[in-house]
């Protein structure tokens, strides 16, 4: 059973465009909400997380929005540049546990 | 964010050899740390937790006899891919975890069996 679904599979944007890309979960337990950014042939790197007591977190071009009722949060990339095409993964943890689930991850492609 | 590295990059083995994998925590002491294996464009997929001093805790369909884990330090911890075959080729990653349930992945090892 898939704890946290991400959407969409693979995304395109123009330059300068906001990109969005979505998940849900359905452990209520978790508390602990992630983003990863990947680039071929390395490890995830974390780019910006947020927890269930604020609704949005900025940190530069990005920006996650979590909505607790809904069990859903998004990443938002601002000014998308092609330097950001790489794949996103998002991912939920706490509940007791130190473990993460990761969404099947988005490939962003940021055409000129 | 916390540096981890892992050794070897990559690696080629023949098939039925032994292949062990380092994860190393740079900069804090990490007595939890997990691994992970990818299959090309798919997701990251938990194969175990990996505690400082103790044995590691697998998930479900991961044979431990297999894939060997240590963690005789709290910097240091070591998987081994026992007699491993054509279909153990996959990028194997180790993360860290670091304060309020933060993980730092290292750089990932490309593991391919001949």
């Known amino acids: 059973q898939q704890q946290v679904k991400q959407s969409p599979q693979s995304l395109i944007v123009q330059k300068g465009g906001i990109s969005i890309i979505n998940c849900a979960y359905e452990n209520t337990a978790f508390d602990y909400f992630p983003w990863y950014q990947q680039f071929p042939g390395k490890g995830p790197a974390l780019l910006i997380a947020?927890?269930?007591?604020?609704s949005e977190k900025k940190e530069g071009r990005f920006t996650i929005s979590f909505n607790k009722s809904a069990k859903q949060f998004s990443l938002h990339i601002m000014d998308s540049q092609p330097g950001d095409s790489a794949t996103y993964f998002c991912a939920a943890g706490g509940a007791g546990s130190y473990q993460l689930t990761f969404g099947k991850g988005t490939k962003l492609s940021v055409i000129p | 964010g916390a540096v981890v590295s892992q050794h070897p990059s990559w690696v080629i083995c023949k098939s039925g050899t032994s292949v062990k994998i380092e994860c190393r925590s740079l900069?804090?002491?990490?007595?939890?740390m997990f691994w992970y294996r990818q299959f090309p464009k798919q997701s990251l997929m938990l194969m175990a937790t990996s505690n400082e001093g103790s044995k590691a805790t697998y998930e479900q369909g991961v044979e431990k006899d297999k894939f060997l884990i240590n963690h005789a330090s709290l910097t240091l911890s070591t998987l081994t891919v026992t007699s491993a075959h054509p279909e153990d080729s996959s990028f194997y990653i180790c993360s860290t975890r670091g304060p309020r349930d933060t993980q730092y992945f290292g750089p990932g090892t490309r593991l391919t069996v001949l």
């Open positions: 900069d804090f002491q990490a007595t939890t």
């Open positions: 947020i927890r269930p007591d604020v």
